[in-house]
Nanobody, 121 residues
Framework: QVQLVESGGDLAQAGGSLRLSCAAS????????MGWYRQAPGKQRELVAT???????DYADSVKGRFTISTDMAHNTVHLQMNGLKLEDTSVYYC???????????????WGQGTQVTVSS
């Protein structure tokens, strides 16, 4: 099994900052990508930011310039520094990892349980 555990979700004021962290553990041979998605009530889950071991980083247009993703693949961790928070950033944030569990196996997506971020005015 693979477990992803998030931390850092909290209540913050608009314009403030939060830092989310996620650690992957369990049966991990390699990780191809780690990142963050979010889902607000009544909306579909959407990409926030992802980072691949190949060095590609993607951000949602809505967070570019405000959020920064950082990964430590050697320790299977990913962080999301969120600055300049807006009311519309309120959501449940999910950690994501694409994991290969053994040599020759295919990679599969895994998700954390989610951490709530609430931005108030």
């Amino acid at each position: 099994q693979v477990q992803l555990v998030e931390s850092g979700g909290d209540l913050a004021q608009a314009g403030g900052s939060l830092r989310l962290s996620c650690a992957a553990s369990g049966d991990i041979f390699s990780i191809a990508a780690m990142g963050w998605y979010r889902q607000a009530p009544g909306k579909q889950r959407e990409l926030v930011a992802t980072d691949t071991t190949g060095g590609r980083t993607d951000y949602a247009d809505s967070v570019k310039g405000r959020f920064t993703i950082s990964t430590d693949m050697a320790h299977n961790t990913v962080h999301l520094q969120m600055n300049g928070l807006k009311l519309e950033d309120t959501s449940v944030y999910y950690c994501y990892a694409r994991v290969t569990r053994s040599p020759g196996d295919i990679s599969r997506p895994y998700w954390g349980q989610g951490t709530q971020v609430t931005v108030s005015s």
